[in-house]
């Protein structure tokens, strides 16, 4: 009976105070994150960004780029999270048909033709750093693609591809493949991702026709890509195929390398090639390309850039893409000043 009393008398009591303040403490931390939450939302009396439509996803709106409020009693500026420097308008969507007829349109253009390197942007916020340089008067998106075989670093894969046309990137799509002995397998997955033209180094497939063929098959624009050292003889067989030649001033992969002068010698090589062919083929260059050169490369045939850090590390993606654009022009109206662009 005393051992049964004592284990009574002793018996574990529920601590409602403990259980108390542990209830105090979530609610505590769930208001917290509530007032973290709120301050990213978009209320229903949350006056609208002008100009700018703000994409949201689960009712978050994206911090997208610094923006100037306006509505009918106030207006403030804004700097949400993770801002770019430009403003953007998410691109209307458009089916894949019509994706690749404009970029078709827009290659087989006689314009200066402007491609943002996505490598160089922020990445945390690609869809709207490349939409702001779309927005800033880029024609072209490009990705390139390492494998970590063809070269030591390894970036993006297809889904990236698919991610920006399903964020809603309908600009073209320029993916230049560096890859070893998988061209073919990764043409129909950048393909199907929404990719417009695929470049490709004739060191890295077994069979140049056949890939070109791949290429040509799902419907879209194909080239091959020459490093500083491909010799020009591997285009002798398939100038009657391609539509585009990405000739590169440095050695792909690597960073910090200095812009080679004989682009300017193969670039002319390559651009008698074209002409000999009365055919319209794009020659585009890649690699350190920028103000100081641009001009010249112009003169030497290029009439497609891909540029990185001139426009991605500029505080004005629109005035840096602008200043390009006049450059290059300028060094066509020098030698031909008749030529216009419309």
């Known amino acids: 009976m005393e051992a049964e009393y004592f284990l009574q008398e002793n018996k574990p009591k529920n601590n409602c105070r403990l259980s108390f303040c542990t209830v105090l403490t979530i609610l505590a931390w769930c208001a917290a994150v509530s007032a973290v939450f709120s301050m990213y939302v978009v209320s229903p009396g949350t006056p609208r960004l002008r100009g700018v439509r703000v994409v949201?996803?689960?009712?978050?709106?994206?911090?997208?780029?610094t923006a100037t409020f306006h509505s009918t009693t106030t207006t403030s500026k804004m700097t949400p999270?993770?801002?770019?420097?430009?403003?953007?308008?998410?691109c209307a969507k458009m089916d894949k048909e019509a994706i690749?007829?404009?970029?078709?349109?827009?290659?087989?253009?006689?314009?200066?033709?402007?491609?943002?390197?996505?490598?160089?942007?922020?990445?945390?916020?690609?869809?709207?750093?490349?939409?702001?340089?779309?927005?800033?008067?880029?024609d072209v998106v490009h990705c390139d693609i390492m494998d970590g075989h063809f070269t030591e670093k390894l970036?993006?894969?297809?889904?990236?591809?698919?991610?920006?046309?399903?964020?809603?990137?309908?600009?073209?799509?320029?993916v230049h493949l560096m890859a070893d002995g998988i061209v073919d397998h990764l043409v129909k997955e950048f393909a199907d991702a929404g990719a417009n033209y695929i470049t490709f180094h004739p060191e890295g497939t077994k069979h140049i026709d056949r890939s070109l063929s791949m290429i040509k098959d799902h419907g879209l624009k194909c080239g091959i890509v020459i490093n500083p050292g491909t010799p020009l003889s591997y285009l002798d067989?398939?100038?009657?195929?391609?539509?585009?030649?990405?000739?590169?001033?440095?050695?792909?992969?690597?960073?910090?390398?200095?812009?080679?002068?004989?682009?300017?010698?193969?670039?002319?090589?390559?651009?008698?090639?074209?002409?000999?062919?009365?055919r319209k083929i794009r020659l585009e260059v890649d690699g350190r390309v920028g103000?100081?050169?641009?001009?010249?490369?112009?003169?030497?045939?290029?009439d497609m850039f891909v540029v990185g850090g001139s426009i991605f590390n500029?505080?004005?993606?629109?005035?840096?893409?602008?200043?390009?654009?006049?450059?290059?022009?300028?060094?066509?109206?020098?030698?031909d000043p008749y030529f216009s662009y419309y």
């Open 100 to 138: 690749q007829k404009h970029a078709d349109e827009v290659l087989e253009s006689d314009k200066i033709l402007i491609a943002p390197a996505i490598q160089t942007a922020n990445l945390a916020m690609l869809g709207p750093e490349i939409d702001a340089a779309m927005k800033g008067g880029a």
């Open 155 to 174: 970036t993006f894969g297809p889904m990236f591809v698919k991610g920006l046309r399903k964020y809603g990137i309908t600009a073209p799509i320029d």
């Open 237 to 278: 067989s398939v100038m009657d195929k391609v539509d585009m030649i990405l000739l590169m001033s440095v050695n792909p992969g690597f960073k910090n390398q200095k812009f080679q002068d004989i682009t300017y010698k193969k670039a002319r090589e390559i651009k008698k090639m074209i002409n000999a062919t009365g």
């Open 291 to 302: 103000e100081k050169n641009i001009e010249k490369l112009t003169e030497a045939g290029i």
């Open 314 to 335: 500029a505080d004005d993606y629109g005035v840096a893409i602008s200043n390009l654009r006049k450059l290059a022009e300028s060094a066509v109206s020098k030698s």
């Open 56 to 65: 949201q996803r689960n009712s978050l709106r994206l911090p997208l780029q």
């Open 81 to 90: 999270l993770g801002a770019s420097r430009a403003k953007f308008t998410v």
